[in-house]
């Protein structure tokens, strides 16, 4: 009796595990709801076009999953059985990009549609390096090998706008609905081939307010390493992914506690534990998701400048106390961070002379004349300063009043700032520096006007 119970829930157990689809799932609109009024008319078209020349052709990828779960989505991929050389001659604005693997970027005004050829399965046609990292990959193949080479399920959808069907190879839309991120195939040998799937399984996570599926998520710690061997340029372009994931706090977080930021943010140690640098990065990173959600962009230097700014002001304030001056404080503080930050992840030079920009900028603030400020509204990166003075005012790190004077005269115009200008009385706080210069001897000169002649 007991045996016959076991041997009923064990095979219960096993009718229920789950197994790889037999064949996709065809998902109508009443299953998927998406909404096709929010699809990209550029990749519809694109689409449309490779249809009517007798190709298979659907939209993949991140817009899929976005438009799912109500999100919207940052860009749109189309996929296709035509070859990158069969896509580019279809459209008047196309261009073949990509050396590892071959795309098509088809351009429609501001909007480009990358459109790529369904690839192949074949692990033959892979050349891969001693850790099994794919150095290169090249075969084309059918849409059930395209999905099987993505990374999640939930990434592995394809959405036909034509008849506004979904297919789904492997259980993406459920693991979407659940919120659950999980690997397509054996998780170590995905990460092996690419270890930047480690830091995007969190990524969606976090993005998603997902779980991360256990067998996805086992591997993480063990591979962590290898993220040292992939490309530096790779690891950054993923970084700025990270900090607009629209969760970035959340993001960052996870990252931490799976040990993998070592690669990315060392400076995550001391900002995630020191309440100070926390406050500001999670002050100031909630505003950058707000920006995200509401599609408007951010720029990888304003990012990068924010996260790394913790440290740049509490060496500021260290190189200051050692007596130096405020611009030679900042300008050592500023270097020891990016060198800090440069021997795990580089930060690209033109984005270093930004972060550099507003960071000094910071500095003048304090203590600028009047004079002096014509010169500074035309810095390129005056709006982007400001606007970093108005995170440091919400940590009180700077006053408040003195941070919304700058913000009204970046909004001014021309007038106004003149206007602006002639009312504002010198600096006098101490804030993070010394006392600003007494202003002007003009009262001196107004007596000697007044004084008589001397004949
Ligand atoms: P988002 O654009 O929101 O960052 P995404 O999912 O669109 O997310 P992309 O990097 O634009 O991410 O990639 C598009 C699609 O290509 C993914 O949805 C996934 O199907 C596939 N893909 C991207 N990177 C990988 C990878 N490293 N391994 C396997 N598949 C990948
Ligand atoms: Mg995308």
Known sequence: MLTQT?????????????????????????????????????????????????????????????????LEPKDFDVATNATPEQIRS????????????KLVHVVFGREIIETST???????????????????????????????????T???????????????YHNGVQDLKNRVVRIIGDANTRYREDPVRMLRAIRFAAKLDASIDPATHAPIAQLADLLQNVPESRLFDESIKLLSCGNALACL????????????????????????QLQFIDQALARSDSRVRTGRTLSPSFL?????????????LAYQSQGQPLAQAIAAASDDALDDQGRAMPIQKRFQADMREIWF????????????????????????????????????????????????????????????????????????????????RRPQRANAQQAPKHE
């Open 361 to 440: 900028t910071q500095a003048r603030f304090d203590r600028i004349n009047n004079r002096a400020i014509w010169r500074m509204l035309e810095q390129p990166r005056f709006r982007a300063s400001v606007d970093f003075l108005q995170l440091r005012a919400a940590v009180r790190e700077v006053d408040s009043v003195e941070a919304q004077w700058w913000m009204d005269l970046a909004n001014a115009d021309t007038d106004q700032r003149a206007m602006l200008i002639s009312e504002r009385t010198p600096p006098t706080r101490t804030g993070t520096g010394k006392r600003p210069r007494r202003r002007t």
């Open 118 to 152: 369904f690839r192949a399965d074949a692990k033959e046609s892979e050349i891969v390096d001693a850790h099994g990292r794919i150095l290169q990959d090249n075969d084309y193949g059918e849409l059930k090998d395209d999905a099987l080479r993505r990374d999640f």
């Open 90 to 101: 279809l459209f008047r604005r196309a261009r073949i990009i990509g050396r590892r693997f």
């Open 253 to 276: 977080k996870l990252i931490h506690q799976e040990g993998l930021h070592s690669y990315l943010f060392p400076l995550l140690d001391e900002i995630l534990v020191e309440p100070e």
């Open 6 to 70: 076991i041997r009923n829930f064990v095979s219960r157990l096993f009718s229920t595990a789950p197994s790889a689809p037999k064949g996709p799932q065809r998902l109508g609109v009443d299953q998927h709801h998406i909404d096709r009024r929010l699809v990209s008319r550029h990749a519809i078209k694109v689409c449309e076009v490779l249809q009517d020349r007798g190709y298979e052709a659907y939209i993949v990828g991140g817009a899929v999953r976005d438009l799912i779960v109500g």
């Open 154 to 168: 939930l990434n592995a959808l394809y959405y036909d706008p034509t008849t506004e069907t979904v297919i789904d």
């Open 304 to 316: 990068f400048a924010v996260l790394l700014w913790p440290m740049v002001h509490k060496k500021w």
